[in-house]
């Protein structure tokens, strides 16, 4: 069969490209629109150097960056647990079944507002909140990747007496190793997000905060700064991060199968 993807260096064009539309589109938008609500690339580049040159980026990004990956971390590490042994046991499944659909059906906003209420303002509600809204996606795609995998190759690994340690490390993990990796990009994502909603209700620093003041000022550039800020933020931790884990776990799947 031959390969659809296109070669690496086709992928990086086409991907440059895509940023260069979105920064016409922006530059556009911002000549069209009034000034307090849309702040130029220009303007938005001075207001992020500014930031860097005063070293409030550096403070609130490590603010942000410690809430958002020890809530990442914890919501990730539970689903992730909870997900296998729902896999393999049916009752657990059905039990945890209210619980699932409750965590992805309660808003953000109201967890945020809950977690407020019950820790106050700082590090311990915005991390409850991030491990809250990652933990149901980290479920579901463990889940769904446990009971998807061939059931001939468990009772294979029964047949020849497999230790649960070595069914685990040669049959389950090669197998949940695709749909893990999907559920935490995803849960990257919406742990952005959510880390961002935390501080703009529920902390007195970070970059959601610094969002909320700008904003509040009507300090447009540097509101959108901080956007580009989040936007890079996102794009380490896939590029950097994600993606090098996600090619370790299909080596890990390839050598499985």
Do not use: C
């Amino acid at each position: 069969m031959v390969s659809t993807t296109p070669p690496r260096r086709t992928r990086l064009l086409f991907g440059v490209l895509g940023v260069a539309a979105i920064l016409v589109g922006w530059q556009v938008l911002s000549l069209v629109v009034n000034p307090a609500i849309m702040a130029s690339p220009a303007d938005t580049a001075k207001a992020l150097a500014n930031l860097v040159w005063e070293g409030t980026l550096w403070i609130q990004l490590l603010i942000t960056l410690k809430r958002l990956v020890i809530g990442l971390a914890i919501g990730a590490a539970v689903g992730l647990i909870v997900g296998v042994l729902a896999g393999l046991e049916p009752r657990l499944r059905s039990f945890l079944e209210p619980l699932r659909w409750t965590g992805m059906t309660i808003p953000a906003v109201i967890i945020a507002v809950l977690a407020m209420l019950w820790f106050g303002l700082g590090d311990v509600s915005v991390i409850f909140l991030v491990a809250v809204i990652v933990m149901p996606s980290m479920y579901v795609n463990t889940m769904a990747g446990v009971m998807a995998i061939d059931p001939r190759l468990v009772e294979m690994g029964n047949v020849y007496h497999f230790s649960r340690r070595l069914l685990l490390t040669e049959v389950y993990l090669p197998g949940i190793g695709s749909p893990v990796m999907a559920g935490l990009t995803l849960a990257a994502g919406i742990a952005v997000r959510a880390v961002v909603l935390g501080e703009v209700l529920g902390a007195m620093n970070g970059i959601g905060h610094a969002f909320s003041r700008a904003m509040s000022y009507l300090e447009t550039p540097e509101l959108f700064a901080w956007v580009v800020v989040l936007l890079a933020l996102m794009g380490v931790i896939e590029l950097g991060l994600l993606r090098p884990l996600k090619k370790r776990a299909m080596r890990w799947k390839k050598v499985g199968e």
